[in-house]
T-cell receptor, first 114, second 118 residues
Framework: DAGVIQSPRHEVTEMGQEVTLRCKPI?????LFWYRQTMMRGLELLIY????????DSGMPEDRFSAKMPNASFSTLKIQPSEPRDSAVYFC????????????FGPGTRLLVL | AQKVTQAQTEISVVEKEDVTLDCVYETRDTTYYLFWYKQPPSGELVFLIR??????QNEISGRYSWNFQKSTSSFNFTITASQVVDSAVYFC???????????????FGSGTQLTVLP
């Protein structure tokens, strides 16, 4: 089975532009997570979904960030407008509802905002 | 609140040496899950192992082994006969699981950069 798929793998944009990151979770997984990784803050959870419904978005930094999951196989994380401090690696992960709850990560999107 | 501490920021060893990466966790819950992930230079996060709080058996997988000790709240990772390809950042993480009322998020340690020199 294919792993978590993310696109694009790299994104370079200018401050003020809209950025959309995409994620396809592993088929059958009912939890989807968005994480951000920076040198300063390490790996931090932004938001997670259960059965396409956002459950906890307390990690979303500010209103410029939004995430959607229109169906079980697709999610987006949007930043509008983007700022240089948003530069980071954004990971999507998915898991199956089970006791162990292992999260499997996608390859990440490396975002650079100039 | 839960916390994961990886006190070793960087470790450098010569190939074929054994190396142990330390992980100390904090949680008040009795049910929890511990994980190790590997992040090679290419950047992806690769799942290595999961352990639940009720299973203190050590585990061995090839050159990798894990030592889980609830008495010291530690979940250490040992690589035997290290190889250059083991060079990566290794993250320890904690999840409280469904039994907890809190978010089902992974709490990550800050990671240990392992460099294996030829």
């Amino acid at each position: 089975d294919a792993g978590v798929i993310q696109s694009p793998r790299h994104e370079v944009t200018e401050m003020g532009q809209e950025v959309t990151l995409r994620c396809k979770p592993i088929s059958g997984h009912d939890y989807l997570f968005w994480y951000r990784q920076t040198m300063m803050r390490g790996l931090e959870l932004l938001i997670y979904f259960n059965n396409n419904v956002p459950i906890d978005d307390s990690g979303m930094p500010e209103d410029r960030f939004s995430a959607k999951m229109p169906n079980a196989s697709f999610s987006t994380l949007k930043i509008q407008p983007s700022e240089p401090r948003d530069s980071a690696v954004y990971f999507c992960a998915s898991s199956f509802f089970a006791g162990e709850e292992t999260q499997y990560f996608g390859p990440g999107t490396r975002l650079l905002v100039l | 609140a839960q916390k994961v501490t990886q006190a070793q920021t960087e470790i450098s060893v010569v190939e074929k040496e054994d190396v142990t990466l330390d992980c100390v966790y904090e949680t008040r819950d009795t049910t929890y899950y511990l994980f190790w992930y590997k992040q090679p230079p290419s950047g992806e996060l690769v799942f290595l192992i999961r352990r639940n709080s009720f299973d203190e058996q050590n585990e061995i997988s090839g050159r990798y082994s894990w030592n889980f000790q609830k008495s010291t709240s530690s979940f250490n990772f040992t690589i035997t006969a290290s190889q250059v390809v083991d060079s990566a950042v290794y993250f320890c993480a904690l999840n409280l699981g469904f039994s907890s009322g809190s978010a089902r998020q992974l709490t990550f340690g800050s990671g240990t950069q392992l460099t294996v020199l030829p």
